[in-house]
């Protein structure tokens, strides 16, 4: 824990918090080295395909923003967490 103020299970809300940002940009890392088709969609065209792509990394990336925001909502105060 790199902060000091807030409650027991502000803390730990943070921490799980840092752990989702982590597993998802490692999922992120792995997608990118190494695109996948989900299964079923193996014979549809190329651009659906990476249109389906794009749509998984972005998802991925707005589940990161939301951790971060809601991290700075405990740091601000203005979350419920631990309340």
């Keep these: 824990m790199t902060w000091l103020a807030g409650s027991e299970s502000e803390?730990?809300?943070i921490d799980s918090l840092k752990e989702h940002i982590a597993d998802h940009?490692?999922?992120i890392a792995d997608f990118k080295a190494n695109p996948t088709v989900r299964p079923g969609m193996e014979h549809l065209p190329k651009a659906k395909i990476e249109a389906q792509q794009a749509r998984r990394l972005e998802?991925?990336?707005q589940e990161i923003d939301a951790a971060r925001?809601?991290?700075q909502d405990i740091?601000?105060?203005t979350s419920n967490a631990g309340k």
């Design 59 to 61: 998802h991925l990336q």
């Design 69 to 71: 925001k809601n991290i």
């Design 25 to 27: 940009a490692k999922k």
């Design 11 to 13: 803390e730990k809300a």
């Design 75 to 77: 740091l601000n105060g």
